[in-house]
């Protein structure tokens, strides 16, 4: 039973119960990808039903992580399946359990405005778009938010980082550093792509292939008829 009720494994050379990197990253990504197709179906469609089966698989998932063992939940299995062959990437366990509590909160205080007073308004939306910034952010880039105030709200140390950024390295590699030409053509691009903003919101929508065209109203006919006698 204990085995079952656990958070993280033992590894030598580890002082703190880990988790596989991969799969947490692998398993943010498929959470991404289903919060998405939810977002637009609501958002364009009008249409709920994904965005309640979502919603309810997200807290179902991170209910099975906190409370039971990540082993079992949805996500982490089916990330497994997909990265296993990888080489695993440890991290500390701790200041996972902390951040995917505070998704467990997240997904409960959505569950209740969807399932419990059946809404779907501004709030909804802004939980749902924070949903997703956290799961684009460990799945593409490895930051997990939660981890970051791990040590500002439990005031304690973190250890085994995703990415090695706790251990506090003296000197970075040069090849992880943005020289300043690198990071002037960056501002340089996304200005211009700013400037292009007013110009591109004046352009009419492109024609759609195959797509039938409204033929232009013909003029009305004009009937001329011959003047009677007397006329």
Same mark, same amino acid.
Request: include cysteine; charge should be positive; proline fraction near 9%.
């Given at each position: 039973?204990?085995?079952?009720?656990? %958070?993280?494994?033992?590894?030598?050379?580890?002082?703190?119960?880990?988790?596989?990197?991969?799969?947490?990253?692998?398993?943010?990504?498929?959470?991404?990808?289903?919060?998405?197709?939810?977002?637009?179906?609501?958002?364009?469609?009008?249409?709920?039903?994904?965005? #309640?089966?979502?919603?309810?698989?997200?807290?179902?998932? %991170?209910?099975? #992580?906190?409370?039971?063992?990540?082993?079992?939940?949805?996500?982490?299995?089916?990330? #497994?399946?997909?990265?296993?062959? @990888?080489?695993?990437?440890?991290?500390?366990?701790? @200041?996972?359990?902390?951040? =995917?509590?505070?998704?467990?909160?997240?997904?409960?205080?959505?569950?209740?405005?969807?399932?419990?007073?059946?809404?779907?308004?501004? =709030?909804?939306?802004?939980?749902?778009?924070?949903?997703?910034?956290?799961?684009?952010?460990?799945?593409? %880039?490895?930051?997990?938010?939660?981890?970051?105030?791990?040590?500002?709200?439990? #005031?304690?140390?973190?250890?085994?980082?995703?990415?090695?950024?706790?251990?506090?390295?003296?000197?970075?590699?040069?090849?992880?550093?943005?020289?300043?030409?690198?990071?002037?053509?960056?501002?340089?691009?996304?200005?211009?792509?700013?400037?292009?903003?007013?110009?591109?919101?004046?352009?009419?929508?492109?024609?759609?292939?195959?797509?039938?065209?409204?033929?232009?109203?013909?003029?009305?006919?004009?009937?001329?008829?011959?003047?009677?006698?007397?006329?």
């Amino acid at each position: 039973m204990s085995a079952i009720l656990s %958070f993280g494994e033992s590894r030598p050379g580890y002082d703190v119960p880990v988790l596989n990197e991969r799969e947490a990253r692998a398993a943010a990504g498929i959470l991404l990808l289903l919060s998405v197709i939810a977002a637009i179906n609501a958002a364009l469609l009008e249409n709920f039903l994904p965005m #309640r089966l979502v919603v309810t698989l997200f807290f179902v998932d %991170f209910a099975l #992580r906190v409370l039971v063992n990540p082993r079992f939940a949805p996500s982490l299995v089916l990330a #497994r399946l997909i990265v296993g062959n @990888q080489q695993p990437e440890f991290t500390g366990a701790p @200041q996972k359990r902390f951040a =995917w509590s505070l998704g467990l909160g997240l997904a409960a205080a959505v569950m209740v405005m969807i399932w419990g007073f059946n809404i779907a308004g501004p =709030w909804l939306m802004a939980a749902c778009m924070v949903c997703m910034a956290l799961l684009y952010l460990e799945a593409v %880039f490895g930051i997990c938010v939660g981890c970051k105030l791990y040590p500002l709200v439990m #005031r304690r140390a973190v250890s085994h980082c995703p990415g090695g950024v706790c251990a506090m390295k003296p000197r970075r590699d040069p090849m992880t550093r943005a020289r300043k030409a690198e990071v002037a053509v960056l501002l340089a691009v996304l200005l211009g792509i700013a400037a292009l903003i007013p110009v591109v919101a004046t352009m009419e929508p492109p024609a759609r292939p195959g797509a039938a065209t409204t033929p232009a109203a013909a003029p009305a006919a004009v009937s001329i008829t011959a003047p009677g006698p007397g006329e």
